[in-house]
């Protein structure tokens, strides 16, 4: 009898005496602040005899979201049923059968903990588990596939960040993981919910599901971060769901901030970059006097130089800045420079 065959199909009692911490102790909260459970149940027999239990106790509280989609309203619920699985099918094939701890299950009304012995597989860390899939017991893995319970391998993580992120919640969560437990939390909150009227709004006028790496790029877009895959959002960018701002820099599209009536917001955010560089080379030249195109370069990375020349030219038109020298001189006394335009109500340091 194997380890996989114990874990997935043996008898209480079996369980108990030759894998006793081959079990999940599951709790529910009031809140995440609170220290006493208000329900516990241990759910030690072999996994597929509980496989459908443990999800029916988590259910039982599972409130539901309403979603305003035109005229109609989308029922959804806070704990997406196939996230919760895969988020604890993980648990039971990636955690180390040899660490004398347990996996823990706490529940609250709006996220769910899971928490569960050894760390990442080797290779696996929380930057790269949405592309790495090293499953630590293969056999369980196996097995679980084969019985259609878990995605195909390597899939379950990026199933998760979909369905999260498509409902405009966060992502899964990975940060409290260390080297001695994988600790996964999962918001049920819908944090906005324009996104997810967005997200609906693309799979009914383009007929196109988003998958997992489309939607973390659009969110980090929707959240001003960098992007990790400039193929990926110029993708986004030919559906027409983002508009470019400048070399590798995205918003999302004009249709977005319409319809969530941030209109204002579209216009700072399209405005942002351009005015925030043309600040830096006034900064630049405030602090050095002259500036060449080299400088300018340095201090606007990632910006294209037809770019740059065109800040330039937008700055001397407001007679702000102007060019000193011949524009085709690149060494010698006549080398063109940058300067600030010095008005008469300027004042000498």
């Known amino acids: 009898i194997t380890v996989a065959a114990l874990i997935l199909l043996a008898k209480k009692d079996s369980l108990k005496k030759l894998l006793p911490y081959a079990e999940i102790r599951f709790g529910y909260k009031i809140s995440g602040a609170e220290i006493r459970n208000q329900d516990t149940e241990i759910y030690s027999d072999g996994y597929l005899l509980f496989y459908d239990k443990i999800w029916q106790k988590i259910n039982s509280r599972n409130n539901t979201i309403h979603i305003p989609q035109g005229m109609l309203l989308m029922d959804k619920k806070t704990f997406d049923e196939e996230t919760i699985r895969e988020g604890i099918n993980n648990a039971i094939l990636h955690r180390d059968y040899s660490a004398n701890e347990t996996i823990f299950i706490i529940q609250t009304p709006s996220g769910i903990s899971v928490k569960s012995p050894g760390g990442f597989p080797e290779g ?11 499953p630590r017991n293969k056999l369980i ?3 679980l596939y ?7 391998f390597g899939n379950g993580v990026n199933l998760m960040y979909q369905k999260q992120l498509s409902l405009g919640k966060n992502p899964p969560d990975y940060s409290y993981s260390d080297e001695n437990r994988v600790v996964l939390n999962l918001d049920g909150m819908i944090k906005d919910i324009e996104f997810a009227r967005y997200v609906f709004r693309i799979a009914n006028e383009k007929q196109k599901i988003l998958n997992d790496q489309e ?3 659009l ?4 959240e001003n971060k960098k992007i990790k895959s400039k193929e990926i959002a110029d993708n986004l960018f030919d559906l027409g769901l983002v508009e470019k701002i400048g070399y590798g820099k995205y918003i999302l599209s004009k249709k977005y901030y319409d319809h969530t009536n941030k209109k204002g917001e579209y216009t700072r955010r399209k405005g942002l970059d351009r005015e925030a560089n043309k600040l830096l080379i006034i900064e630049h030249l405030k602090n050095y006097k002259k500036g060449y195109m080299k400088d300018f370069m340095e201090v606007l990375k990632n910006t294209p130089k037809p770019t740059i020349h065109r ?3 937008e ?4 007679e702000k800045i102007e060019l000193v020298g011949h524009p085709q001189a690149v060494r010698g006394k006549n080398k063109a420079f940058w ?5 008469n109500n300027d004042t000498d340091k």
């Open 141 to 143: 893995a196996d097995t």
């Open 219 to 222: 969110n980090t877009i929707k």
């Open 146 to 152: 084969k019985c259609d319970f878990v995605e195909h």
């Open 124 to 134: 696996v860390n929380i930057d790269n588990i949405i592309d790495e899939s090293k």
């Open 339 to 343: 300067r600030l335009i010095k008005h």
């Open 215 to 217: 939607l973390i790029v």
């Open 311 to 313: 800040y330039l030219r």
């Open 315 to 318: 700055l001397k038109k407001d």
